[in-house]
């Protein structure tokens, strides 16, 4: 789903560069350091109820299409779960790459 009009997209915080041009005037520094997490749960089914119930962007972009898109968009997350799963044992396993913010403020 896009961000409403006006407004960047949240997504690009993990840019360095969008960093600078929100913080960058008021910042001592800025400092960021790519980090890993694993998401872990007890399916893919399991993390898609989740993040359907509790993430907004994916709670809203649901709600946003009728059943048989409905139906496309988790077909597609379960493809990408499988194809990104590091576990065998039928739980869920997907690495993923953050970045780590740190500003100091003048």
Same mark, same amino acid.
């Given at each position: +789903?896009?961000?409403p009009?006006?407004? #960047?997209?949240?997504?690009l915080?993990?840019?360095?560069?969008r960093?600078?041009?929100m913080?960058?005037l008021?910042?001592?520094s800025i400092?960021?350091?790519?980090?890993n997490? @694993?998401? /872990?749960? /007890? *399916?893919?089914e399991h993390w898609?109820?989740v993040?359907k119930t509790?993430?907004g962007? +994916?709670?809203?972009a649901?709600a946003a299409?009728d059943?048989p898109k409905q @139906?496309g &968009?988790?077909n597609? &997350?379960?493809?990408l779960?499988a194809? +990104?799963? #590091?576990? @065998?044992d039928?739980?869920?396993?997907?690495? *993923?790459?953050? &970045?780590?913010v740190?500003i100091?403020k /003048?």
């Open positions: +789903m896009p961000p009009a006006g407004v #960047k997209s949240p997504a915080w993990g840019t360095r560069d960093l600078v041009e913080f960058g008021a910042a001592v400092e960021t350091e790519p980090r997490f @694993n998401f /872990r749960y /007890r *399916s893919a898609l109820d993040f509790y993430y962007p +994916m709670l809203k649901f299409l059943e @139906n &968009l988790r597609d &997350l379960h493809a779960i194809r +990104m799963n #590091k576990a @065998n039928g739980t869920m396993v997907v690495p *993923s790459e953050y &970045l780590e740190v100091t /003048r």
